[in-house]
């Protein structure tokens, strides 16, 4: 989806197919979600509350344990940073006060990486974790924005055209690239990360444009769940 | 007494603090600790800083080697950062391969060089496709007591800042790098940034430079980094509790004046004759 500076003017709309996922997409695992946006996707497992060993148990709360693996080789320090924002989302997501001295695995598998990739892969836990019934306060639902210089243009920041869950090839052109998480309740910040020179106006811009779109995201979460249900009726 | 209840409940005992609106430490809310910069303690190191903030210290050597470029970039020289927290500086840590957290503090600080433009890389360039420079900078933490990756951004960047490169020439005939280590040049910096690190005490108190205590008890760190313009460069929340636009707004505002204050530090550092300072 790209907008002009003054968020009516929609240069493009974005299919509602730029988003799919498939629930219970592994049979094993506690509750699993297939997740693409745009080309890029996604595969998790959710496996809990599970059982943990006695020196890492906790007496007051579950353990969130995540695992972000490459689409090959083992996890370098790139996987390590993205599976640390992952967590950071599920500890507060989870109600783990309800489960103690038990932990939750997270596998998150990386299948296609054509940018926004922290923002597929926390959409696709937070699908996961709703197909695994785990008892959650909010949805987490992020959005990844991006900014690139109009290059045909001479004047200043009025310009800059921001695209929302850009491809790598945008990402690449932009000049700055921030991740939104929000909760779904208050539409609070839950977690962010941006990368790029910007200057507060520009951030603020972006995140207004980020805070819109969860509510995309958020239908598309409440249609999956709806074709998840219907389908189990029909059996 | 204090001291029992300070460990059995250590929630408590900073809420206590908290209706007064100081901290355990004597710090208001918004104080950030005495820091200290000293540049070039290690004398055998290209270019090394020393930094305090409170109780953390981490320290930075630059080393330079000579090396051949990559294929896909045979005009640019190669800066490598790495964080390491060894057992040594907390308890928190046990000996052995990197962990998480360093892990994810060197990956910030290569984002960080990245996109702050720190050092133009041609600038480390010798002759293409043959050789280039590579800056290995080892930022090692010494004493763990909260925000090291605001520490360990003020000793990357005032080390790198004191790094000069002797001029190097390749002889064309037995294909070595001939070094001359009385002509050096200093690098060329782009710019100067600063991190600055939050916490969030039950989502309404906004704590600034936290301590190792108190990022135990508080939930998810929010850090800032920005340039002198007042351009963010990375702003990093991984997690915790949920905050609000205006509480985000405020960490913004801060961590520019912060920015500003480190400023100070590094343009007195700069000056060849004096080599210390404090804020």
């Known amino acids: 989806m790209i907008m002009k500076d003054d968020m009516h003017e929609v240069v493009e709309q974005p299919p509602t197919s730029k988003f799919q996922c498939e629930m219970n997409a592994l049979k094993n695992a506690d509750g699993s979600a297939f997740y693409s946006q745009g080309e890029t996707s996604v595969m998790v497992a959710v496996y809990g509350p599970g059982d943990l060993k006695e020196t890492k148990q906790e007496i007051d709360k579950a353990l969130v344990e995540v695992d972000f693996r490459p689409k090959l080789g083992s996890p370098t320090v790139n996987e390590?940073?993205?599976?640390?924002?992952?967590?950071?989302?599920?500890?507060?997501?989870?109600?783990?006060?309800?489960?103690?001295?038990?932990?939750?695995?997270?596998?998150?598998?990386?299948?296609?990486?054509?940018?926004?990739?922290?923002?597929?892969?926390?959409?696709?836990?937070?699908?996961?974790?709703?197909?695994?019934?785990?008892?959650?306060?909010?949805?987490?639902?992020?959005?990844?924005?991006?900014?690139?210089?109009?290059?045909?243009?001479?004047?200043?920041?009025?310009?800059?055209?921001?695209?929302?869950?850009?491809?790598?090839?945008?990402?690449?052109?932009?000049?700055?690239?921030?991740?939104?998480?929000?909760?779904?309740?208050?539409?609070?910040?839950?977690?962010?990360?941006?990368?790029?020179?910007?200057?507060?106006?520009?951030?603020?811009?972006?995140?207004?444009?980020?805070?819109?779109?969860?509510?995309?995201?958020?239908?598309?979460?409440?249609?999956?769940?709806?074709?998840?249900?219907?389908?189990?009726?029909?059996? | 007494m204090e001291d029992i209840f300070k460990h059995i409940q250590p929630v408590e005992y900073y809420k206590s603090f908290l209706k007064e609106n100081i901290r355990p430490d004597t710090r208001t809310l918004q104080q950030i600790r005495k820091t200290t910069l000293n540049v070039g303690p290690i004398t055998t190191a290209d270019g090394s800083a020393l930094v305090k903030i409170g109780n953390?210290?981490?320290?930075?050597?630059?080393?330079?080697?000579?090396?051949?470029?990559?294929?896909?970039?045979?005009?640019?020289?190669?800066?490598?950062?790495?964080?390491?927290?060894?057992?040594?500086?907390?308890?928190?840590?046990?000996?052995?391969?990197?962990?998480?957290?360093?892990?994810?503090?060197?990956?910030f600080l290569d984002n960080l060089i990245k996109i702050?433009?720190?050092?133009?890389?041609?600038?480390?360039?010798?002759?293409?496709?043959?050789?280039?420079?590579?800056?290995?900078?080892?930022?090692?933490?010494?004493?763990?007591?909260?925000?090291?990756?605001?520490?360990?951004?003020?000793?990357?960047?005032?080390a790198l800042r004191s790094v000069s490169l002797p001029s190097v020439t390749l002889n064309e005939e037995t294909d070595t790098p001939v070094t001359n280590i009385n002509e050096k040049t200093p690098l060329t910096i782009n710019c100067l940034p600063v991190a600055s690190s939050f916490s969030f005490f039950e989502s309404e108190h906004i704590i600034t430079d936290p301590t190792l205590s108190e990022e135990d008890i508080t939930s998810g760190c929010l850090t800032v980094v920005s340039d002198e313009h007042e351009n963010l460069l990375l702003v990093d929340r991984p997690g915790g509790v949920s905050i609000t636009e205006d509480q985000l707004e405020i960490c913004i505002q801060r961590s520019f004046k912060r920015t500003k204050e480190v400023h100070k530090l590094y343009k007195a550092v700069h000056k060849p004759s004096e080599s210390n300072d404090q804020t």
């Open chain 1, 80 to 235: 390590k940073y993205l599976e640390r924002f992952v967590q950071g989302v599920c500890e507060n997501a989870i109600m783990l006060a309800l489960h103690p001295r038990t932990a939750f695995a997270i596998i998150v598998q990386i299948m296609q990486d054509q940018g926004s990739l922290l923002s597929c892969a926390i959409n696709a836990v937070c699908v996961a974790l709703q197909d695994a019934g785990v008892s959650m306060k909010h949805l987490p639902v992020a959005v990844t924005v991006a900014l690139r210089k109009e290059s045909e243009s001479e004047l200043e920041d009025a310009t800059d055209v921001l695209i929302i869950n850009p491809t790598i090839k945008e990402e690449s052109e932009s000049f700055s690239i921030l991740t939104f998480v929000f909760d779904s309740v208050n539409k609070n910040l839950l977690c962010m990360h941006s990368q790029g020179p910007l200057l507060p106006k520009q951030h603020e811009r972006c995140l207004k444009a980020a805070k819109e779109a969860t509510e995309e995201v958020l239908k598309f979460f409440r249609d999956s769940v709806t074709q998840k249900v219907a389908a189990g009726l029909e059996l």
């Open chain 2, 56 to 107: 953390t210290m981490v320290m930075c050597g630059v080393k330079a080697e000579l090396t051949q470029p990559t294929a896909e970039e045979p005009k640019k020289g190669i800066i490598v950062p790495n964080l390491d927290l060894p057992a040594l500086c907390s308890s928190k840590f046990k000996p052995g391969p990197p962990n998480t957290q360093a892990q994810v503090g060197t990956k």
């Open chain 2, 116 to 158: 702050a433009n720190l050092v133009n890389s041609e600038d480390l360039c010798i002759v293409p496709d043959k050789l280039v420079w590579v800056l290995y900078c080892d930022v090692t933490c010494l004493n763990y007591d909260g925000c090291v990756i605001d520490a360990a951004v003020v000793a990357l960047v005032a």
